[in-house]
């Protein structure tokens, strides 16, 4: 196991090499020369030549790759076209609340997802399963920036209950952990949660209804245990899967929330990139999906480690 | 009269004769789909839909670009206007009827493209195995690092707004997908004892894959991307709706969406409409998809 452990690791080298070149790429692939994502359109001649020197820009491609990976590795991710100040100090408070958001939506559909998918699994064929089954379809196919405005209608316009934008009174980007600030992310959180909602139902449906037809579990119910007996087995053997499922969950948040928060003008990592495509602002635009695809690859990481640690019985090459 | 009488005989003996005949396997799936009430209720409400929006200009009461300043965001109900009017005083229901169209085009599309292409590398790898497999694999392993919607936000913000950049991007989204699918049933298919069997006849690796792994493997792809027709839907009304894909004044429902977010103070329930209809039709593709994947008993 330990073995796989450390190739495991190693193997997410390159990956994050070819996901760095991917997002090296995004710029080359802008309509336009590169250099205009670095200098300002009015710029004269000599500037343009000056920077494409400066940058490298006049090299061949794998040279620029280079010198673009030894920026980044030291955190440089340039500097924004619209507000001149560097990449890296927006995306950072940004990460924060995106993380927030993510990580509240998870745990929202982790809970209600276990909870739904565990009755489904138990009971099958059940009216529980139906209406299970049910919300997870619902969950997976809603749009859910749309519902996010659906539930701005009902609990904020109409009934006048929850703040529908900010993060925080007055507009504030600042997160804090009061009641003041929380009630701005029920909604956004709820409208995130649906997602990993349905997808959790579904997993743990399945997961649970195959082990309720294992021999042990008809074992167990021969020795004579009572059912929440029976059921903590079965959560013990569940809980691996439905963890690793959640995990990558959570990494897709991340990566996809920038509908939601468009919709709350929720101030993190989405409403960046909303505002980076709009004002066509590559740099930032690259340095926030840059970061949020090493979230997501460092995550899939943390996953197969502890799931693999947690279950010695997947054997893995 | 007589003519019906004499078809419906027709139809009852040649029912019969089916019925005595053994039955294949597509008599099988559809059998056991005719008797799925959920698919078939879905179905119908897809098949509608597309009759609608492809008859859209017979169906749709008003012009979809005419607006009308002094009759904006009016409400449902309204005389001569069912589903009320828009931020520019264009009748909804038209633009509904005529938005789905290309909501349904970049929902579908890149998924067909991308079942094209994912099939072709997919059954390549699978059935290649070694240095290809490894090459086409590791390559969609990187785009398997991206969660989807963050690879379809940044491929398309990267292009800039269009639908061909959208349809561009929502492509190499699920390409990949339908990759790791295809080399998994290839994979498994190419070690069969029939296979094993033509090959010892003499039969050409194309051959091989023409006639006995794509007719075991175009299933259940088949299946999976149907699955993915309801999140391409959702991504590019989601693209549109942050202002890449569809541009304004073409009607989308992702676009309408956005252009009618600030409109949800004054006319809440007119506001939401677009995102009912995605909501419905990609609920219908994923119920469809699920009982043909129950019908044509794809695992997985």
């Keep these: 196991m330990f073995l796989y452990l450390v190739k495991r690791t190693i193997y997410a080298v390159p990956i994050a090499l070819a996901v760095g070149f991917v997002c090296f790429m995004l710029v080359q692939i802008a309509p336009g020369d590169p250099i205009n994502a670095i200098v300002p359109p009015d710029a004269s001649q000599e500037l343009l030549e000056q920077v494409r020197r400066d940058y490298g820009l006049d090299k061949p491609l794998p ?43 998870s745990l929202i559909g ?34 859910h920036y749309w519902l996010g405005m659906v539930l701005v209608v009902i609990f904020s316009v109409q009934l ?52 309720m037809n294992q021999e042990f579990v008809t074992a167990l119910r021969g020795k004579g245990l009572t059912r929440m007996a029976i059921f903590l087995h079965v959560v013990k053997n569940a809980a691996p899967n439905a963890l690793a499922v959640m995990g990558l969950q959570l990494g897709y948040l991340m990566g996809g929330s920038i509908l939601v928060e468009t919709v709350f003008s929720w101030p993190g990592t989405g409403l960046l990139l909303n505002s980076a495509i709009f004002q066509r602002d590559l740099p930032v635009l690259q340095g926030t999906i840059l970061v949020l695809a090493m979230f997501f690859v460092a995550l899939n990481l943390c996953v197969d480690l502890v799931q693999t640690a947690l279950d010695p019985r997947i054997k893995r090459a | ?32 789909l005719r008797r799925d009430p959920v698919t078939i209720v879905c179905a119908s409400i897809l098949l509608i839909m597309l009759l609608v929006i492809v008859f859209a200009p017979f169906v749709a009461p ?26 520019l005083g264009r009748d909804m229901l038209t633009r509904l009827i005529y938005g789905g169209r290309l909501s349904w085009f970049m929902g579908i599309v890149p998924v067909f493209l991308a079942f094209l292409i994912g099939t072709t590398l997919g059954v390549l790898a699978g059935f290649a195995g070694g240095r290809v497999n490894m090459l086409i694999m590791r390559v969609t392993d990187v785009f398997y690092a991206f969660p989807s919607v963050l690879l379809a936000v940044a491929i398309s913000g990267a292009l800039g707004a269009g639908i061909v950049n959208a349809i561009l991007a929502l492509t190499l989204v699920f390409v990949p997908q339908i990759i790791r699918v295809a080399e998994s049933v290839t994979t498994g298919v190419r070690n069969l004892d029939f296979v094993e069997a033509a090959r010892a006849s003499g039969a050409s690796g194309f051959t091989i894959v023409r006639v006995h792994v794509l007719g075991n493997v175009l299933g259940p792809i088949f299946v999976y991307a149907t699955s993915l027709i309801s999140v391409c839907m959702i991504l590019a009304s989601g693209l549109s709706f942050l202002g890449l894909g569809t541009r304004p004044p073409e009607p989308e429902w992702g676009l309408m969406l956005n252009t009618l977010r600030t409109a949800i103070y004054v006319q809440p329930w007119v506001a939401v409409l677009p995102g009912a209809c995605i909501f419905v039709t990609s609920i219908c593709f994923n119920l469809v998809s699920d009982g043909l994947r129950q019908a044509m008993d794809v695992k997985g």
């Design chain 1, 63 to 105: 040279v620029q790759f280079g010198l673009w990976l030894m920026k980044v590795v030291q955190g440089d991710l340039g500097r924004s076209l619209a507000t001149g100040r560097p990449v890296w100090d927006d995306l950072s408070s940004a990460i924060g609340n995106t993380l927030t958001l993510a990580v509240a939506a």
């Design chain 1, 110 to 143: 982790f809970v209600l997802g276990c909870v739904l998918g565990g009755l489904a699994g138990t009971f099958r064929g059940s009216v529980l399963d139906r209406v299970a089954v049910t919300t997870a379809v619902a969950g997976v196919s809603v749009p």
């Design chain 1, 160 to 211: 006048n209950m929850l703040p529908a934008m900010g993060a925080g009174p007055g507009g504030s980007s600042d997160w804090a952990w009061d009641w003041e600030h929380l009630q701005h992310l029920v909604l956004p959180a709820v409208t995130l949660s649906v997602i990993p909602m349905g997808i959790v139902t579904r997993t743990v449906r399945g997961i649970v209804a195959e082990i």
């Design chain 2, 1 to 32: 009269m007589s003519t019906t009488t004499a078809a419906a005989a027709e139809l009852a003996v040649q029912a019969k004769e089916a019925a005595l005949r053994s039955e294949g396997y597509w008599a099988g799936v559809w059998k056991r």
């Design chain 2, 62 to 87: 008003h012009d979809p670009y005419q607006g009308s300043m002094i009759r904006r965001l009016r409400p449902i109900g309204t005389d001569n206007h069912l589903l009320g009017t828009d931020e």
